[in-house]
């Protein structure tokens, strides 16, 4: 991870970065994220250009720098452009609906799974005739729509003989033959 953390962060047009003791700040156009910076780590804001350091070269300090790194960058990135997960629905009578912030899910079960989102993410649902249901999770915090696509997809994993289940767009599964007569 510590080549992670030698390269620096840049901020893109129209971001505030603010560090004040050890939490971090960004604002975008899309909202405001903070992050507490972990010990033995220091950042500086030079020129457009985040860099940071660590105190010492013990693994803990190693790992702590790269992670801190990833998380100011998703920060910058997520306030100025946006995080998006698309998940897909492979199954006959699998279908979803959101109305507002609560997603309502069929997937096989005796009842239909109602699920509240935060307000930070935006829903949407695509259901076209012939192919499955698709549903798109946005918003401007990486951790919490990988979260709740994640929560999502745990409701029904997909299989590994038929592939039915919630899966994520574009992921491959290994498959199974199953049985031969």
């Not at 990833?70 to 306030?79: D, H, P, R, T």
């Not at 279908?95 to 899910?105: E, T, V, Y």
Request: no cysteine; glycine share 10%; aromatic share 4%.
């Amino acid at each position: 991870m510590s080549r992670i953390g030698k390269n620096p962060v840049s901020i893109s047009q129209g971001v505030d970065v603010n560090i004040k003791e050890n939490v971090i700040t960004v604002k975008g156009k899309l909202g405001e994220l903070s992050q507490v910076i972990s010990d033995g780590i220091t950042v500086k804001i030079e020129d457009g250009v985040i860099t940071l350091d660590r105190a010492s070269e013990s693994r803990n300090h190693k790992a702590q720098h790269g992670l801190m790194r990833a998380l100011i960058s998703n920060m910058i990135e997520g306030v100025s452009k946006g995080w998006t997960k698309d998940l897909e629905l492979v199954g006959v009578g699998y279908r979803a609906s959101n109305q507002g912030q609560k997603l309502d899910l069929a997937l096989g079960f005796s009842h239909n799974i109602v699920l509240e989102l935060a307000p930070e993410v935006k829903v949407e649902t695509i259901s076209e005739k012939g192919k499955n249901p698709i549903i798109k999770l946005s918003s401007y915090d990486k951790q919490l729509v990988g979260q709740i696509a994640a929560k999502i997809r745990s409701f029904r994993a997909p299989e590994p003989y038929k592939g039915k289940g919630v899966k994520f767009v574009g992921e491959i599964l290994r498959r199974k033959a199953g049985k031969s007569a």
